[in-house]
């Protein structure tokens, strides 16, 4: 069912809190000019192909030194010695770049990388030119220097390494503001004039509730990894779904009982059309590979062999099954939508502790990070994004729309990074991380922004090897929305920091 969450706004009350963001008068002036007119400018914009944006959060903060390694040896083993007991290698004597998968990106910025062990599938993904990496991203209120974190004053995102606050600015883009509406629900109600009468939600969430698709006029949908969430026995063409719409229809004077009817009758017709839609898909777009979730079909982590269930497979699997429904036109039991936003999460990456287990008594070479928690989640992130991006491959070539990869980029995102050194078995709450930008219009098999100076108390650091962010999250995410189609004169609604920041698009999709 539709859920409205209890901080969406008016549109007068955006206007006002989006106008305060404004820095002077005369971006006060542009702001509201954009604010006011935004509909009419993206209605004549003439979009009308189809794009998907895939949030996938990592939830808890991941330790994205784990999974870009540096392969030079020099920088290797101070990368080893650091890390101390969640090191990629705890014996000397072998290469590094034959303990990790090394990844030859196009643009050499004077190191070379490797991926976590668990992850082949990304490195497969990231040679084809289907992936992106981003370095040391974070939340940033304007750009910040060592000095200048240190110095009184110095303009600090609120309540840093903390998860509630941390997850909140991430999927807001605001920093130094009261939370009001996500980026996503920003990007879905300026885009949603290009099909005001869409028959579903343009957000859609497969992790219940969420900040990031919190919008003033668009309300986020929540379905889970079976379909749309329906009344018991309500199934379209029963005598129980007949009684009750006709309940609904009848008339009555009290507005309160014609709001609940409406939006009950809503409700329930939605949900039946999604069911319908999704119904129809076709399962040999999602089966090679398999999505991974129970038995048989487990993630299972290289090395160690170690199987289990996936919460994240299911989640992608069912994006992939609404992607193809969105597209597939009305007249074919499709949506026949524009655009649309989905977000899911997978839990687990908060690993102060059990972050790594010592390796089995016969291994010499794979390092101990290969048999902990961490290389499962990598492991299963891997994988599923896989069997994700071949999805959507298969669904083109199912349309016969060899283009239809790049019309879906999916992206990662997290609360945070993670301490560079161990706390013994783990890491703490950090800042900057590394993520990931999937898709077929993706300048892939590339690096964006600066990896940092591994080194604590070092340029980068705060002082325990939490990672000043080098670049915003409003940058990051700036890049992904021009591309969905928010067009650069209404690209400060969406994100009023943008022009605190040296460029507005990072150049990856």
Same mark, same amino acid.
């Given at each position: 069912?539709?859920?409205?969450?209890?901080s969406?706004?008016?549109?007068?009350?955006?206007i006002?809190?989006?106008?305060?963001?404004?820095?002077?008068?005369?971006a006060?002036?542009?702001?509201?000019?954009?604010?006011?007119?935004?509909n009419?400018?993206?209605?004549?914009?003439?979009i009308?192909?189809?794009?998907?944006l895939?949030?996938?959060f990592?939830?808890?903060?991941?330790?994205?030194?784990?999974?870009?390694?540096?392969?030079?040896?020099s920088e290797?083993?101070?990368?080893?010695?650091?890390?101390?007991?969640?090191?990629?290698?705890?014996?000397?004597?072998?290469?590094?770049?034959?303990?990790?998968?090394?990844?030859?990106?196009?643009?050499?910025?004077?190191h070379?990388?490797?991926?976590?062990?668990?992850?082949?599938?990304?490195?497969?993904?990231?040679?084809?030119?289907?992936?992106?990496?981003?370095?040391?991203?974070?939340?940033?209120?304007?750009?910040?220097?060592?000095?200048?974190?240190?110095?009184?004053?110095?303009?600090k @995102? !609120?309540?840093?390494? #903390?998860?509630?606050? &941390? *997850? %909140?600015?991430?999927?807001?883009?605001?920093?130094?503001?009261?939370? +009001?509406?996500?980026?996503?629900g920003?990007?879905?109600?300026?885009?949603?004039?290009?099909?005001?009468?869409?028959?579903?939600?343009?957000?859609?969430?497969?992790?219940?509730?969420?900040?990031?698709?919190?919008?003033?006029?668009?309300?986020?949908?929540?379905?889970?990894?079976?379909?749309?969430?329906?009344?018991?026995?309500?199934s379209?063409?029963?005598?129980?779904?007949?009684?009750?719409?006709?309940?609904?229809?009848?008339?009555?004077?009290?507005m309160?009982?014609?709001?609940?009817?409406?939006?009950?009758?809503?409700?329930?017709?939605?949900?039946?059309?999604?069911?319908?839609?999704?119904?129809?898909?076709?399962?040999?777009?999602?089966?090679? @590979? !398999?999505?991974?979730? #129970?038995s048989?079909? &487990? *993630? %299972?982590?290289?090395?160690?062999?170690?199987?289990?269930?996936?919460? +994240?497979?299911?989640?992608?699997?069912?994006?992939?099954?609404?992607?193809?429904?969105?597209?597939?036109?009305?007249?074919?039991?499709?949506?026949?939508?524009?655009?649309?936003?989905?977000?899911c999460?997978?839990?687990?990456?908060?690993?102060?502790?059990?972050?790594?287990?010592?390796?089995?008594?016969?291994?010499?070479?794979?390092?101990?990070?290969?048999?902990?928690?961490?290389?499962?989640?990598?492991?299963?992130?891997?994988?599923?994004?896989?069997a994700?991006?071949?999805?959507?491959?298969?669904?083109?070539?199912?349309?016969?729309?060899?283009?239809?990869?790049?019309?879906v980029?999916?992206?990662?995102?997290?609360?945070?990074?993670?301490?560079f @050194?161990?706390?013994?078995?783990?890491?703490?709450?950090?800042?900057?991380?590394?993520h990931?930008?999937?898709?077929?219009?993706?300048?892939?098999?590339?690096t964006?922004?600066?990896?940092?100076?591994?080194?604590?108390?070092?340029?980068?650091?705060?002082?325990?090897?939490?990672?000043?962010?080098?670049?915003?999250?409003?940058?990051?995410?700036?890049?992904?929305?021009?591309?969905?189609?928010?067009?650069?004169?209404?690209?400060?609604?969406?994100?009023?920091?943008?022009g605190?920041?040296?460029?507005?698009?990072?150049?990856?999709?």
């Open positions: 069912m539709e859920k409205k969450s209890s969406v706004l008016s549109r007068r009350d955006f006002r809190q989006a106008a305060c963001a404004a820095v002077g008068s005369a006060l002036t542009s702001t509201i000019r954009d604010l006011r007119f935004m009419a400018a993206v209605a004549q914009s003439n009308s192909d189809y794009k998907a895939v949030c996938i990592l939830s808890g903060g991941n330790d994205s030194n784990n999974l870009i390694i540096p392969t030079i040896q290797y083993n101070n990368y080893a010695s650091i890390r101390g007991d969640i090191l990629q290698l705890p014996l000397s004597g072998y290469p590094a770049n034959q303990l990790v998968i090394p990844i030859v990106p196009k643009n050499f910025d004077g070379d990388y490797g991926l976590h062990p668990a992850c082949p599938e990304l490195a497969n993904l990231f040679g084809a030119g289907k992936l992106a990496v981003l370095f040391n991203t974070g939340t940033l209120v304007s750009p910040l220097t060592r000095a200048q974190y240190y110095q009184t004053g110095g303009k @995102p !609120p309540q840093l390494f #903390s998860h509630a606050d &941390q *997850v %909140t600015q991430w999927q807001t883009s605001i920093p130094d503001q009261a939370p +009001l509406t996500g980026w996503g920003r990007c879905a109600d300026l885009l949603a004039a290009v099909q005001p009468n869409a028959p579903v939600s343009l957000s859609v969430s497969l992790a219940g509730a969420n900040t990031f698709e919190v919008g003033s006029s668009v309300s986020q949908y929540s379905v889970s990894t079976g379909g749309a969430i329906s009344l018991s026995g309500l379209a063409g029963t005598a129980k779904y007949n009684a009750m719409t006709n309940l609904l229809g009848l008339n009555s004077t009290n309160q009982v014609q709001a609940y009817s409406s939006m009950a009758a809503h409700s329930i017709n939605t949900g039946a059309l999604l069911n319908s839609a999704i119904g129809t898909t076709v399962d040999p777009y999602f089966n090679n @590979p !398999p999505f991974p979730g #129970s048989p079909n &487990q *993630v %299972t982590t290289p090395t160690s062999g170690v199987k289990f269930n996936s919460s +994240l497979g299911p989640q992608l699997k069912m994006i992939a099954r609404l992607i193809e429904a969105g597209h597939r036109s009305a007249a074919q039991g499709g949506f026949g939508m524009l655009r649309q936003i989905f977000f999460s997978v839990g687990g990456y908060d690993l102060h502790t059990n972050q790594t287990v010592a390796p089995l008594s016969s291994d010499t070479v794979n390092a101990k990070t290969t048999y902990g928690q961490h290389a499962q989640l990598l492991a299963e992130l891997s994988q599923c994004m896989n994700f991006q071949a999805a959507m491959d298969k669904i083109g070539t199912a349309h016969g729309d060899p283009n239809f990869s790049q019309r980029t999916a992206f990662t995102s997290s609360d945070f990074g993670r301490t @050194p161990s706390n013994s078995q783990g890491s703490d709450h950090g800042w900057g991380s590394h990931l930008i999937m898709g077929g219009a993706v300048h892939g098999q590339k964006y922004g600066r990896f940092p100076t591994l080194t604590v108390g070092g340029p980068d650091d705060t002082s325990t090897g939490r990672w000043i962010p080098t670049t915003a999250c409003d940058q990051y995410f700036a890049t992904l929305a021009s591309w969905f189609g928010v067009d650069s004169g209404n690209l400060t609604t969406v994100f009023p920091n943008i605190r920041f040296p460029t507005a698009n990072l150049g990856f999709v």
